[in-house]
């Protein structure tokens, strides 16, 4: 994958003006962290408040790098056979039944047990192979052969066992299947973590990432966005509105409005030709 999207990292500028093209606004702190990241090649772990454009950050990197976006969203009790494989129960039946079926065949021939417990091991190592392996995010990123853009969203959702699972992933971008043996990255994926900071993630993996924090935009980048997004809207009720949702984010309410929920709010306004 590196020599692939060598170009597109080519320099911080390069990656900004790249994902001004795919509607992103990209601040100097995000592509000089995302710069980073690929040429360390290291994951990166977002956080921020909700809205902020964390989840939408993968996104537009999949995007801009033309590759695929695999999502594994995280949550209370995910477990790794949600997340890396499991197996195709169906279709071992199957085989099952046709081993069954064609016993005689396989057996004919052997002289004694011990010659037909060997030839009956040679059909159980197909049981338990890849043909049979179900991949779940984790493992499917790890099998494209052009790389891909891989978002492990909520991370802070799972549980601490979860996330230590998570390391040999992050580290050395391979798994470890029991019956299968371990499987290798065909190409990296640029991975990224998000956290909404709903629990502290552990030193083994902060140290495997670099960290990105995107707070609430200032008014000028906010602007920037919206415009980005809606661009039907007047820079005067544009303003007005950056302006506002500014003052309000300086309230102390529960919950702060979003970029997220400010872009839908000019999306609102667009549609009523005589406010713009």
Same mark, same amino acid.
């Given at each position: 994958?590196?020599?692939?999207?060598?170009?597109?990292?080519?320099?911080?500028?390069?990656?900004?003006?790249?994902?001004?093209?795919?509607?992103?606004?990209?601040?100097?702190?995000?592509?000089?962290?995302?710069?980073?990241?690929?040429?360390?090649?290291?994951?990166?772990?977002?956080?921020?408040?909700?809205?902020?454009?964390?989840?939408?950050?993968?996104?537009?990197?999949?995007?801009?790098?033309?590759?695929?976006?695999?999502?594994?969203?995280?949550?209370?009790?995910?477990?790794?056979?949600?997340?890396?494989?499991?197996?195709?129960?169906?279709?071992?039946?199957?085989?099952?039944?046709?081993?069954?079926?064609?016993?005689?065949?396989?057996?004919?021939?052997?002289?004694?047990?011990? %010659?037909?417990?060997?030839?009956?091991?040679? *059909?159980?190592? @197909?049981? =338990?192979?890849?043909?049979?392996? &179900?991949?779940?995010? $984790?493992?499917?990123?790890?099998?494209?052969?052009?790389?891909?853009?891989?978002?492990?969203?909520?991370?802070?959702?799972?549980?601490?066992?979860?996330?230590?699972?998570?390391?040999?992933?992050?580290?050395?971008?391979?798994?470890?299947?029991?019956?299968?043996?371990?499987?290798?990255?065909?190409?990296?994926?640029?991975?990224?973590?998000?956290?909404?900071?709903?629990?502290?993630?552990? %030193?083994?993996?902060?140290?495997?990432?670099? *960290?990105?924090? @995107?707070? =609430?935009?200032?008014?000028?980048? &906010?602007?920037?966005? $919206?415009?980005?997004?809606?661009?039907?809207?007047?820079?005067?009720?544009?303003?007005?509105?950056?302006?506002?949702?500014?003052?309000?984010?300086?309230?102390?309410?529960?919950?702060?409005?979003?970029?997220?929920?400010?872009?839908?709010?000019?999306?609102?306004?667009?549609?009523?030709?005589?406010?713009?």
């Amino acid at each position: 994958m590196k020599k692939a999207i060598s170009d597109a990292f080519e320099s911080i500028a390069c990656i900004r003006k790249g994902f001004e093209g795919t509607g992103y606004i990209c601040s100097q702190q995000i592509a000089t962290t995302l710069y980073l990241a690929f040429q360390l090649d290291k994951p990166v772990l977002v956080e921020g408040p909700a809205g902020v454009g964390k989840t939408e950050l993968a996104k537009a990197s999949a995007a801009y790098l033309g590759l695929p976006l695999i999502r594994l969203q995280c949550y209370e009790g995910i477990d790794e056979s949600k997340a890396l494989y499991e197996w195709k129960y169906g279709k071992q039946l199957l085989y099952t039944q046709i081993l069954k079926d064609r016993l005689n065949d396989i057996l004919q021939g052997s002289g004694n047990l011990a %010659e037909s417990v060997s030839k009956l091991r040679q *059909h159980d190592d @197909i049981f =338990f192979s890849p043909d049979f392996l &179900e991949p779940r995010p $984790l493992l499917r990123a790890l099998q494209q052969e052009q790389g891909a853009v891989l978002l492990v969203d909520e991370v802070d959702k799972s549980y601490p066992e979860f996330e230590a699972f998570l390391l040999e992933v992050l580290s050395d971008y391979q798994v470890s299947v029991p019956e299968v043996g371990t499987i290798a990255a065909i190409s990296k994926p640029f991975v990224f973590l998000t956290s909404k900071n709903a629990r502290e993630m552990s %030193e083994p993996l902060k140290r495997r990432c670099l *960290h990105l924090y @995107i707070p =609430f935009p200032e008014p000028k980048m &906010e602007r920037e966005i $919206l415009r980005a997004r809606v661009p039907d809207l007047s820079e005067a009720l544009r303003s007005h509105l950056v302006a506002f949702i500014n003052q309000v984010r300086k309230r102390d309410l529960k919950k702060l409005p979003s970029v997220s929920e400010t872009i839908d709010w000019e999306g609102c306004l667009s549609f009523f030709t005589p406010l713009t």
